[in-house]
């Protein structure tokens, strides 16, 4: 079983036992980059200059990304040039928040959850229904960041998004942020992959920043 990035996300954010999410909206970016990192490291996807393009159309064999790369490429067809990424992670995020945890459904890892509260409002939860694959991310991430281990790609790139996402009271429970930050920065920006998928990276990431800062400044006018 291949765990994407964006549902290595989604599981750092749900809570083991009440299947609440934490941290919904900078998730939601992080989930949305994550599956056109994923798609971007598979060769389907290319980011360049803040804006992407459907390279290939080839099917991946995997469903939550073969479905956002049908929707990209249908999406992206229409228009005169090629999006940004702001755009489409805009578009995107709360969409591919639902679609990421009804693959972790199907995955088995979470079970979905339907209650009311006060007998009303209804909510859904995901609580965890198979540990093992977030305590294999977790240990993952503690030995490249704490530890000092070399990261693959992968890793790297899901220390990037948690990164630009601010999400590393998720990632790192309890570890404060400035003693992290230094190696959150060397493992984002290192030499651990080809210079494309650097700067599809990098790309991201900015793109990521200015979508949760415009949300921001939204929610705070």
Known sequence: MAVTLAEEIMLLSLDDESGAAKERQSVAWAVAGGILLDL???????????????????????????ERLDLIAAWAGRRRRDPKVTEWLTRDHGKAVTATTGSLCAWGLVREERRRILGVLPVTRHPEADGAPERELRDRLRAVVLEGTEPDTRTAGLVALVHGAKLHRLAFPGVPREEIAPRLDEIASGQWAAEGVRQAIRDMQAAMVAVMTVTVLTVTS
């Open 40 to 66: 971007v490291l598979a060769g389907r996807v290319v980011v360049e200059s803040g804006r992407l393009s459907v390279a290939d159309r080839t099917p991946t064999g995997t469903p939550l990304l073969d």
